[in-house]
C-alpha cells in the first residue's frame, strides 16, 4: 500500500513572494471657488438637516408634556367638582392645579418660540 503522496514545495515557490508596490497617492482636485462653495453648501445641508431634527424632537416632546400637562389639569379640575377631597384638601389640588397650570403656559411659551 502506497502512502499518500504529500504537496511537494520548492523552495521557488516560496521564495517568490509578491512585492507591495507603493502607490503614489491621489492627485487632490484642485480648489475652485465652485468646489469650496460645493464643500461649503454640502457642509451647511447636513447641519440644517441635524438642527431640523433636533427641533422636531424638542417639539414632539414639548408637546407630549404639554399633552400630559393638560390631562393633569382635567384630573384636578374634576376632583374639584366632585368634591372628591375634603375641605383640607381642597387648597392642596387648588394649588396642584395652579402649579400645572403655570407649567401649562409655560410649556406653550416654549412652543411658541
Not at 1 to 13: E, G, H, I, L, V
Not at 36 to 45: K, R
Not at 61 to 88: F, I, N
Amino acid at each position: 500500500m502506497a502512502k499518500p503522496s504529500r504537496p511537494t514545495t520548492t523552495t521557488a515557490k516560496l521564495a517568490a513572494k509578491p512585492t507591495l508596490k507603493a502607490e503614489k497617492p491621489a492627485a487632490r482636485p484642485r480648489l475652485t471657488p465652485a468646489t469650496v462653495q460645493t464643500t461649503v453648501d454640502a457642509i451647511s445641508l447636513a447641519q440644517a438637516l441635524r438642527d431640523v431634527e433636533t427641533a422636531n424632537a424638542r417639539v414632539i416632546d414639548l408637546t407630549r408634556r404639554l399633552t400630559t400637562m393638560s390631562q393633569e389639569v382635567l384630573d384636578l379640575r374634576a376632583q374639584l367638582s366632585r368634591g372628591a377631597v375634603g375641605r383640607a384638601g381642597d387648597h392642596g389640588v387648588a394649588r396642584d392645579l395652579f402649579e400645572a397650570r403655570a407649567e401649562i403656559a409655560a410649556l406653550r411659551l416654549q412652543l411658541g418660540n
